[in-house]
């Protein structure tokens, strides 16, 4: 009761007092209930997407890192493939030139072996000519100088003599 004096003397109202502490206790369960209970309620729903949203948003950015990954591995890969062929290619175009330039080789050393013969037997040809007409030439001069006409058995003597002794 001592309290109750106090609270008098200072201007204090102990049933008022007991009735503002029952209305703020009706007050604040109202709004507790009614208007703190879905504020807070909310608040939490918004800090559970904002938590999930974090995680999906580390969750991306993971798969992105990885996703990166992939792709880099992917475009080294690509770069070593396509290196590799190109090396290939080279190698190969080498080898194919190597092949035509033997090719080539062996065509002309054929064409040049074909060309001697020919030229041989143009060459040969042209000495049985001039071995026959050197002995045509013999076998008129030998008839003007004896004044004989020379039967054909005389003109092929003369001139397989003149063919044997002529040697070119």
């Not at 807070?40 to 990885?66: C, F, N, P, T, V």
């Not at 033997?102 to 000495?127: C, G, N, P, V, Y």
């Amino acid at each position: 009761m001592n309290v109750i004096l106090a609270a008098n003397q200072f201007g204090l109202s102990v049933p008022n007092l007991i009735a503002q502490i029952i209305i703020f206790l009706i007050v604040f369960f109202i709004l507790k209930t009614k208007a703190f209970g879905p504020i807070l309620a909310m608040l939490e729903q918004r800090k559970q997407r904002i938590a999930e949203g974090e995680a999906k948003l580390e969750k991306i950015s993971k798969d992105l890192a990885e996703a990166n990954a992939n792709a880099q591995a992917i475009l080294d890969k690509a770069n070593a493939d396509g290196n590799r062929l190109v090396k290939e290619a080279d190698e190969s175009a080498k080898a194919l030139a190597e092949k035509k330039q033997q090719d080539a080789i062996h065509e002309a050393s054929q064409i040049l072996a074909k060309a001697r013969e020919a030229a041989q037997l143009e060459t040969d040809k042209a000495r049985s000519e001039l071995r026959r007409e050197f002995g045509r030439m013999v076998s008129d001069a030998t008839s003007r100088v004896t004044g004989k006409v020379l039967t054909t058995d005389d003109q092929s003597r003369i001139n397989q003599e003149t063919a044997a002794q002529v040697s070119l």
